[in-house]
């Protein structure tokens, strides 16, 4: 065996090993790069998503506001007929007394 390493040979793998190594690191930070940008587009469309929903918020309050409003007036309505229709219903009863006994 022999003591004296051949330094040829060392300084051939270390350059090989630091190549690897340093692009193994430019895979992973191109990678991080990515992750970070993603996260910046995540956050941006978040934002306008919470946006969004707060405007949808505003029109279905007023959309409640006014659907109430509306339906109050509709119930009025229908009871309003429903009493006319139960006053038809009194008069053709007797108009038909009337006309049985003629």
Do not use: W
Request: with cysteine.
């Amino acid at each position: 065996m022999d003591a004296n390493p051949n330094y040829e040979a060392l300084k051939l793998i270390s350059i090989i090993g630091g190549s690897v190594i340093v692009i193994l690191l430019m895979v992973v930070g191109y990678f991080i790069a990515q992750q970070i940008l993603f996260a910046k587009t995540l956050a941006i469309t978040v934002a306008e998503i919470k946006e969004i929903v707060g405007v949808i918020k505003v029109q279905q309050e007023l959309t409640d506001k006014f659907s109430n409003h509306r339906h109050e007036v509709i119930d009025n309505r229908l009871k309003d007929h429903g009493g006319r229709l139960d006053e038809h219903g009194e008069c053709i009863v007797r108009i038909e007394t009337k006309l049985k006994i003629s």
